[in-house]
């Protein structure tokens, strides 16, 4: 797997769950300041007035629902963190605020 066709398939799965958890959300791939092989794309929706735990809980079901293996044992109302991966892509942690949802994580280089 190329770092090119890596990055962008991992990127396509979170903005695959980012666009089902948010109804209209605006999506931004971001430099990664992990590593060459890192991930980041955040994405928001103003007109989304879930709380943080209800749009939390709606992510780790979408995550869930799309294949994805999460760890929420960092999650809580204060600063929500998931860990997710899927196994045909990488991984990497969930960050959930009010209207917006933040994922940085790497490729499976394997």
Same mark, same amino acid.
């Given at each position: 797997m190329t770092?090119?066709?890596?990055s962008d398939q991992l990127a396509d799965a979170v903005r695959s769950v980012l666009t089902a958890v948010l109804a209209d959300p605006t999506t931004?791939? +971001?430099?990664?300041?992990?590593?060459a092989e890192g991930v980041a794309v955040t994405a928001f929706d103003a007109a989304d007035s879930r709380t943080?735990?209800? +749009?939390?809980?709606? +992510?780790?079901?979408?995550?869930?629902?799309?294949?994805?293996?999460?760890?929420?044992?960092?999650?809580?109302d204060e600063d929500p963190l +998931?860990?997710?991966?899927?196994?045909?892509? #990488?991984?990497g942690a969930f960050s959930v605020q009010a209207?917006?949802?933040?994922?940085? #994580?790497?490729?499976?280089?394997g």
């Open positions: 770092h090119d066709r890596g931004m791939d +971001l430099p990664s300041v992990v590593s943080v735990q209800e +749009l939390t809980n709606a +992510l780790v079901d979408q995550l869930n629902s799309a294949g994805w293996t999460v760890d929420d044992r960092r999650r809580n +998931l860990y997710a991966a899927t196994s045909d892509a #990488g991984g209207t917006a949802i933040s994922f940085n #994580g790497l490729v499976d280089q």
